[in-house]
């Protein structure tokens, strides 16, 4: 199974950006999709997740600036960022629990990350 994350970039202060995230390889069934974010030295946060019926949870600093969203049929999972700012500079890394098969319990696959970067 492969995450692939994509859309980062350099945006100034208000800005907007909208990261995706598409799992491939052998699935049969993606449970919760997330966006973390990690800068250097500190741990990696947890920004938003997102459950296969649409369910979602945010961080406090993100609530009401970013939407997560998601496709089911494509693997796919989307972070639309808005009102950016320096704090939100970060590398953003995508995870997703995933089962291989249908008696398989879920494993857990990251991307390889996508940094924003918040600066004029």
């Known amino acids: 199974v492969q995450l692939q994350a994509s859309g980062g970039g350099l945006v100034q202060p208000g800005g907007s950006l909208r990261l995706s995230c598409a799992a491939s390889?052998?699935?049969?069934?993606?449970?919760?999709m997330r966006w973390y974010r990690q800068t250097p030295g500190k741990q990696r946060d947890l920004v938003a997740g997102?459950?296969?019926?649409?369910?979602?949870n945010y961080a406090d600093s993100v609530e009401d600036r970013f939407t997560i969203s998601r496709h089911n049929a494509k693997n796919t999972v989307w972070l639309q960022m808005n009102s950016l700012q320096p704090e939100d500079t970060a590398i953003y890394y995508c995870?997703?629990?995933?089962?291989?098969?249908?008696?398989?319990?879920?494993?857990?696959?990251w991307g390889q990350g996508t940094l924003v970067t918040v600066s004029s």
């Open positions: 390889g052998s699935i049969y069934r993606i449970n919760t």
């Open positions: 995870n997703a629990d995933v089962s291989t098969a249908w008696h398989e319990q879920s494993s857990t696959y």
């Open positions: 997102i459950t296969p019926g649409g369910r979602t």
